[in-house]
Nanobody, 124 residues
């Protein structure tokens, strides 16, 4: 399995941009579909974005489509989430996740690895 460590969270104002990074350990990073989830206070965890093994396909939640971009660099064992036009409702702990298949990926079920999360706070 891979171990995942997120970074890049912080406090920003509405309309600002932020880039999250997720560094993975291990030599099999390119075998995993990678994704981002988030959990706001008092809410359930929700899917944000995912990227295929080679970065050729990406998937987004409707709430972030057009504002967020997921990408990966397999040479650096890192996945990114570029977040633009941030809104207060984007405030959450953002988690990186890895899975060997896309089955139930959006539901966050059966993930092979989770990071510990990074907090993003967007003020109005």
């Amino acid at each position: 399995q891979v171990q995942l460590v997120e970074s890049g969270g912080g406090l920003v104002q509405a309309g600002d941009s932020l880039r999250l990074s997720c560094a993975a350990s291990g030599r099999t990073f390119s075998n995993y579909i990678m994704g981002w989830f988030r959990q706001a206070p008092g809410k359930e965890r929700e899917f944000v974005a995912a990227v295929s093994w080679n970065g050729g396909s990406t998937y987004y939640a409707d709430s972030v489509k057009g504002r967020f971009t997921i990408s990966r660099d397999n040479a650096k064992n890192t996945v990114y989430l570029q977040m633009n036009s941030l809104k207060p409702e984007d405030t959450a702990v953002y988690y990186c996740a890895a899975k060997l298949s896309f089955t139930d990926f959006r539901a966050g079920r059966g993930m092979n690895s989770w990071g510990k999360g990074t907090l993003v706070t967007v003020s109005s």
